[in-house]
């Protein structure tokens, strides 16, 4: 199985921050990667998908990038409404697996 | 819209079986790859099950192969997940969410997600 790591686990940041999670896969994904934020209480939301492809809506303060193990999730100026959990997920081979998560707090 | 809506959670003693269904709309439900992810409250997320557009295919976690079913019900845009021998850790909100792929590369995620069922294995 692909073992995804994410990190930090948690973070802590003020409105109007760039903030980067980074995803490490255990080997070589290529860009089977995806992004998803969650809210309290919520279903995960796609954010990234293919490692740098935006989903429609998705507000552009939003990037990715990597391919093979390394990736990172980036937000260039943070919102209130960021304030979540984001997890990364390969897609590469089955079985399909997520990172641990990154809870992202208000400062 | 697009709206998948899960139902069948509840409270379960181990060993027994519950029955989920996942009812969408606002798409071509037979077109799509379907899948369950669950999520222990609190926790991370886990994938549990993948089916072919037209049943053909299942793919399932080692933790609930054998014991859990995936199937689907193209006439009634419904997606199914049959739980048996259910236990302790199988506690968590089962969420269903349609799978997407690119034909090449193979680029494929979870979008839309339905709002999640709660299951409960407890004595």
């Known amino acids: 199985d692909i073992q995804m790591t994410q990190s930090p686990s948690s973070l802590s940041a003020s409105v109007g921050d760039r903030v980067t999670i980074t995803c490490r896969a255990s080997?070589?994904?290529?860009?089977?990667l995806n992004w998803y934020q969650q809210k309290p209480g919520k279903a995960p939301k796609l954010l990234i998908y293919a490692a740098s492809s935006f989903q429609s809506g998705v507000p552009s303060r939003f990037s990715g990038s990597g391919s093979g193990t390394d990736f990172t999730l980036t937000i260039s100026s943070l919102q209130p409404e960021d304030f979540a959990t984001y997890y990364c997920q390969q897609s590469y081979s089955i079985p399909i697996t997520f990172g641990q998560g990154t809870r992202l707090e208000i400062k | 819209e697009v709206q998948l809506v899960e139902s069948g959670g509840g409270l379960v003693q181990p060993g027994g079986s519950l029955r989920l269904s996942c009812e969408v709309s606002?798409?071509?439900?037979?077109?799509?790859?379907m899948s369950w992810v669950r999520q222990v409250p609190g926790k991370g997320l886990e994938w549990v099950a993948h089916i072919k557009q037209d049943g053909s295919e299942k793919y399932y976690v080692d933790s609930v192969k054998g014991r859990f079913t995936i199937s689907r019900d193209n006439a009634k845009n419904s997606l199914y997940l049959q739980m048996n021998r259910l236990r302790a850790e199988d506690t968590a909100v089962y969420y269903c969410?349609?799978?997407?792929?690119?034909?090449?590369?193979?680029?494929?995620?979870?979008?839309?997600w339905g709002q999640g069922t709660l299951v409960t294995v407890s004595s």
């Open positions: 969410a349609r799978r997407d792929i690119v034909v090449l590369p193979a680029y494929n995620w979870f979008d839309p």
């Open positions: 080997q070589s994904i290529s860009r089977y």
């Open positions: 606002g798409f071509t439900f037979s077109s799509y790859w």
